[in-house]
């Protein structure tokens, strides 16, 4: 980050050392306010403000996109877990489900407000344990039986990865860097036509005003994408309440959707 900063500076001691020469002739002075200096000065800033906005809505929007996704794939991974618990021995196989539920229940709950205060939910990584424990303690000479439980275990293992992956999402932030950039840009896009001689009449006044309602869309766009699970803009629990729909299907011999067919919408 400093790099880049000091990278700034120079380049603007640069550009007021050039100036400082080449602006004192006759002829720069008389182009200063020609029609292609003003076209150059807008393009520049334009340009500058489109570079930051461009990449902070775009970064923004890929940790969007990629923090849902994470949310389908723990989804899918619950599911197998429930799945494959219908094949396990009486009593373990409602504890394990009911288990999965809680999990679940808990994870749409409280852990979703949680998410979007910055961190996770210890009740409900004491939830995912609890299936593993339950898991565990299946006692079965029955061989398809023990493949179940082997395929509930495996299943589970998924579900851990995919939740740290869920929660490694909740810092995932736009760069600071790029939201200072964004902040300066827009300031100079404002700044611009005054300083370039944008007379105050009624006409120039309005232009301002769409300009400035405009730049000022732009940025509170990038604050509010920037955090996949706070702010205006950000994941829903939309796939684990998907999930719940799924394991009523399974209790009831219905229709089901088999867990590989989730997919986060694109």
């Known amino acids: 980050m400093w790099v880049n900063v000091v990278a700034a500076l120079a ?14 002739s006759r002829g720069s002075r008389e182009g200063a306010t020609n029609p292609s200096a003003i076209s ?35 989804s899918r991974a619950l599911t197998e877990v429930y799945w494959a618990a219908r094949l396990l021995p009486e009593p373990d196989r409602p504890v394990v489900q009911q288990r999965v539920r809680e999990y679940t229940g808990q994870v749409i709950g409280d852990e979703w407000a949680q998410m979007g205060q910055g961190h996770g939910s210890a009740e409900a990584w004491a939830a995912a344990d609890r299936i593993r424990v339950s898991a565990d303690a299946v006692r079965s000479q029955d061989p398809s039986e023990l493949a179940a439980k082997a395929d509930v275990l495996r299943s ?5 990865a995919r ?5 490694s999402d909740v810092g995932a932030q736009v760069p600071v860097l790029a939201l200072g950039g964004l902040v300066v840009g827009s300031v100079l896009v404002l700044a611009t036509p005054p300083v370039i001689g944008l007379t105050a009449n009624g ?26 699970f706070d702010g205006a803009v950000r994941v829903a629990p939309t796939a684990f309440e998907l999930a719940l729909t799924r394991y009523d ?13 989730f997919r986060a919408p694109r």
């Open 11 to 24: 380049g603007a001691a640069l550009a007021l050392v050039i100036g400082a020469l080449v602006g004192r």
């Open 40 to 74: 150059f000065a807008g393009a520049a800033v334009l340009g500058f403000f489109a570079l930051f906005t461009g990449f902070a809505i775009a970064g923004a929007w890929q940790q969007l996109n990629v923090a849902r996704q994470h949310t389908y794939e723990e």
């Open 249 to 261: 299907q399974i209790d009831s011999g219905g229709p089901v959707v088999t867990p590989s067919s």
């Open 203 to 228: 006409r120039n006044l309005v232009l301002m005003g769409f300009v400035g309602a405009s730049v000022a869309f732009a940025v509170s766009m990038v604050f509010q994408l920037s955090g996949p």
């Open 163 to 167: 939740r740290n992956a869920r929660l």
């Open 156 to 160: 589970l293992t998924d579900v851990y």
